[in-house]
């Protein structure tokens, strides 16, 4: 079993930004399809934006688009979730996912190996 660490989480006003991290040691993330979900109490886990392997092609939740930007540094070994204008609904534990086939989807039902997740809380 892969062990998933993001990190970036924290609590930020509406309007700003974060920047997610998700790495995997000794693993190369240039294979794999990266996805970014969210959760909150409640509700099922939807899925954010997710990148496939070696930047092939990327999808955003229509909610995000154009506000948040997923990328990796291929040197770093590290995916990234950009977060910009921040609203109080993007409010929820985020979680990274990886996934060993091509990129088909951005549902959480098509990645098998997950990390712990980090809190993400934008109020004022």
């Known amino acids: 079993q892969l062990q998933l660490v993001e990190s970036g989480g924290g609590l930020v006003q509406p309007g700003g930004s974060l920047t997610l991290s998700c790495a995997v040691p000794?693993?190369?993330?240039?294979?794999?399809?990266i996805g970014w979900f969210r959760q909150v109490p409640g509700k099922e886990r939807e899925g954010v934006s997710c990148?496939?392997?070696?930047?092939?092609?990327?999808v955003y939740a229509g909610s995000t688009k154009g506000r948040f930007t997923v990328y990796r540094d291929s040197a770093k070994n590290t995916v990234y979730l950009q977060m910009n204008s921040l609203k109080p609904e993007d409010t929820a534990v985020y979680y990274c996912?990886?996934?060993?086939?091509?990129?088909?989807?951005?549902?959480?039902?098509?990645?098998?190996?997950w990390g712990q997740g980090t809190q993400v809380t934008v109020s004022s």
């Open positions: 990148i496939g392997s070696s930047n092939s092609s990327t």
């Open positions: 000794g693993l190369t993330l240039d294979y794999f399809a």
């Open positions: 996912a990886t996934r060993g086939l091509p990129l088909s989807s951005c549902v959480s039902a098509d990645f098998g190996s």
